[in-house]
């Protein structure tokens, strides 16, 4: 253990070095330090870039900077810093940085983003990949599963479907539920392991019954389609309402569409529209897409044009091109 956290440390250090060495290509100083008003790393008294004191930090609740360890107003500083942490990434950066630096694994996650996206930091994937395996090693699952993404996707490195399910199998022994669901996929589509749809269920339950509430899609996808178990409707319908009460916005969206083509289950637009609304309230486009056509062509509900054309909205908002180009040829309004 104690070799391990000197291995650990040593890591950290060496990566220290290189996050705050880019630009001076020279390792960081011993005595170096993050900014915590800035997140600029800097030696001696004063931060070489917004000058103020080693040790300043700005209260999250009331805007004071404070030297000392607790605000007039009753803040403190670690507790503030996690309020900067869970901001948004422009505003977050000073608290990432620094709370990365003294080997937090969620803020050393955070960090990774920076480095992937190139937002504050000149992007670089070797240094996001040794954020990852920093926090990973100190048993933090999230750390493995975003590495194990990476390796999947293929997309920042070299496509790697065997590093990905190994990364995928340590998240999922220290509790990741997500990770489960990778696992159970591999299973369902024979990737680089033997197709197994009953091992991929195995997998899916486990994964649902600790709280990934899309897992219980995919095992109600099994049941419609007979995949590795005997061939249910009604089971299969059960399980996509398990997976719509565990706040899954697919098996809602999902639920909406057999409701409105009478797919499984006998037609009721009424219904249906009831599935795509919860949908679209938890942010499903596809939803907002379905709503704003019932409501533009009448279908299973009096049409409305407005209402056509606010769904459409909504759904441009969220990002769909075919929403804005509907809302566009709806209102007569460029899109
Ligand atoms: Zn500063
Ligand atoms: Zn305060």
Known sequence: MRNKRCVLLLSLLILLGLVFSAAAEEPAPADSWVCMLCGTESTGDACSACLSVKGVWRCHGCGKRNLQGICACGKSREESLDEYLAEDMMTAFPAVHYLAATGRPDALCLLAKYWETGLRLSQDVTHALSCYELAGASDY????????????????????????????????????????????????????????????????????????????????????????????????????????????????????????????????????????????????????????????????????????????????LAGRTDGAAAWASLTGAAP
């Open 141 to 316: 699952a999230p750390a493995y599963l975003a590495l194990g993404k990476i390796y999947d996707q293929g997309e920042l490195v070299e496509q790697d479907s065997y590093q990905a399910m190994e990364l995928f199998q340590k998240a999922a022994d220290l509790g990741s539920a997500e990770a489960l669901w990778f696992l159970g996929s591999y299973y369902e589509e024979g990737r680089i392991v033997t197709l197994d749809y009953a091992k991929a269920m195995d997998y899916y339950r486990q994964a649902a019954e600790k709280g990934d509430a899309d897992s219980w899609m995919n095992i109600a996808y099994c049941y419609a389609l007979g995949k590795g178990v005997e061939r249910e409707i009604d089971t299969a319908l059960e399980y996509y309402l398990k997976a719509a009460e565990a706040g899954s916005h697919l098996a809602c969206d999902y639920l909406g569409y057999l409701y409105m083509t009478g797919d499984l289950v006998e037609a009721d637009p009424e219904k249906g529209l009831e599935w795509y609304r919860k949908a679209a309230a938890m942010g499903n486009s596809r939803s907002m897409m379905a709503l704003g056509y019932a409501y533009q062509t009448g279908e299973g509900i009096q049409a409305d044009p407005q209402e056509a054309a606010r769904w459409y909205e909504q759904a441009a």
